[in-house]
């Protein structure tokens, strides 16, 4: 079992930035692939980006490569996403989740999720 817990969402205008925090615990969350989706109003989950037990390889959706930069600090028990030059087509409740599955972009553990809102 592992908790997810996230933070750092809030009201942000247009081109501006903001970070992602997800707080996780429980048994072997560290051995985990983690990532991050994201639900906009009217609209299903998607994926947005993912990375590796070891932070050695991120996966990013096409919609926010180079705008987006997901991390995770192991002693810390946390995983970031850095969002800049947000839209606000970026509007959207972002969930944490694990352990993600490449092959299909799902996850069995999720958090309640952060709500964004990107003003233009």
């Known amino acids: 079992q592992v908790q997810l817990v996230e933070s750092g969402g809030g009201l942000v205008q247009a081109g501006g930035s903001l970070r992602l925090s997800c707080a996780a615990s429980?048994?072997?969350?560290?051995?985990?692939?983690m990532g991050w989706f994201r639900q906009a109003p009217g609209k299903e989950r998607e994926f947005v980006a993912a990375?590796?037990?070891?932070?050695?390889?991120?996966y990013y959706a096409d919609s926010v490569k180079g705008r987006f930069t997901i991390s995770r600090d192991n002693a810390q028990n946390t995983v970031y996403l850095q969002m800049n030059s947000l839209k606000p087509e970026d509007t959207a409740v972002y969930y944490c989740?694990?352990?993600?599955?490449?092959?299909?972009?799902?996850?069995?553990?999720w958090g309640k999720g952060t709500l964004v809102t990107v003003s233009s």
């Open positions: 989740a694990a352990p993600v599955r490449v092959s299909s972009w799902s996850a069995d553990y």
């Open positions: 990375i590796t037990w070891s932070g050695g390889i991120t």
């Open positions: 429980g048994r072997n969350w560290g051995s985990y692939n």
